[in-house]
């Protein structure tokens, strides 16, 4: 389960934040996952409450924004999203669509109690 | 409570390390491949096939990547390739991890360096390793629906070897509807359907990669006399 490193990751990146800042205590994380990061939400999840307990974070929710999928055609300029099974094609001139959205995998912020 | 605004990309140190391994790689005019698969595609039997005919025209090493055993190193070796085996309980390799392999493994003189990575078919594709090129090797036999479920590793790859055509015969699944599929997924990927066992195919595939490698050769050349 690959959402073990990445979850590991963002305790890291979140605990290395809060110590420069001198916080005993991080309540929340603010994360961003795109819906083809290739990340799936619910094992995220599962793996960042599995391996937070020995960190700052140990009590910290994890909140997910999920960033759906957007597309442009860049011949045609059409933004229609892609067919249902990920058919990366320009449904109106065929194509190959450019990517816009949906690859995020970010921290946004952490909401932390200070010393 | 206190908002600390961070806007980070959660992989972004595994990015850094990539970025110092692509300009190291560059400064050399050393073209390297990032080879991927599920376990059991066939990567290190098509490697064997693609280094004797790349090795007459290239200096090529090979690093492996495996959870346990140097069974893979082994046989490059075999195939008369130098080959540096790295083991690690991770389900695919990190750019830090090939830093320290190139320590011990000498890369100087090569042109070509190929780094197959561990058999997955999801978690490499978020792992920049630094390479020029991104490899998928699938099997036939593994299904034509797979490119749609495990999309983002097609869609990163440059080119998709569908391997084991031979055996389609004895299977239900369309190789159009595969390919199809493939390219779905990742329009601009080079598609190569091959049959390691028979050799069928390999011949466009070696000359489509051996004019890769050419290609940044002589960039690096050119550059150097500039």
């Not at chain 1, 290395?16 to 994380?29: C, K, L, M, T, W």
């Amino acid at each position: 389960m690959h959402e073990a490193g990445i979850a590991q990751s963002i305790l890291d990146i979140a605990s290395d934040v809060a110590r420069e800042r001198g916080a005993h205590r991080i309540a929340r994380v603010k994360v961003r996952v795109g819906d083809f990061s290739g990340v799936v939400p619910a094992a995220l999840e599962f793996a960042f409450d599995a391996l937070k307990a020995e960190s700052l974070a140990a009590g910290a929710a994890l909140e997910i924004e999920r960033v759906p999928i957007a597309v442009k055609c860049p011949n045609c300029g059409s933004t229609d999203p892609p067919a249902a099974d990920l058919a990366l094609w320009c449904t109106q001139c065929t194509t190959p669509l450019e990517i816009l959205a949906g690859q995020e995998l970010d921290v946004q912020y952490i909401d932390v109690e200070e010393e | 409570l206190e908002r600390l605004t961070i806007e980070q990309k959660v992989l972004r140190k595994n990015d850094d390390y990539a970025a110092e391994n692509r300009a190291r790689f560059a400064a050399r005019g050393l073209y390297v491949v990032n080879i991927w698969s599920a376990p059991g595609a066939g990567k290190t039997t098509l490697l064997e096939k693609t280094l004797g005919p790349l090795g007459e025209r290239f200096r090529v090493g090979v690093i492996e990547g495996d959870i346990q055993t140097s069974i893979d190193a082994d046989r490059i070796r075999r195939a008369g390739a130098p080959a540096f085996q790295i083991n690690t309980n991770r389900c695919h390799l990190e750019a830090a991890m090939i830093q320290d392999a190139l320590a011990e493994f000498p890369s100087d003189a090569l042109d070509l360096l190929v780094i197959e990575n561990i058999g997955n078919m999801v978690c490499p594709a978020g792992y920049d390793l630094g390479e020029d090129l991104r490899v998928m090797v699938f099997s036939v036999a593994e299904g034509a629906e797979k490119p749609k479920k495990y999309p983002k590793m097609f869609h990163r790859s440059d080119a998709v070897v569908l391997n084991k055509i031979d055996l389609a015969p004895y299977t239900d699944v369309s190789v159009e509807e595969l390919e199809r599929n493939v390219r779905d997924v990742s329009p601009h990927a080079a598609v190569f359907p091959v049959s390691c066992r028979s050799g069928a195919g390999l011949e466009a595939w070696v000359e489509w990669l051996a004019a890769r490698i050419q290609s940044k050769g002589e960039t690096h050349v050119s550059g150097d006399t500039r």
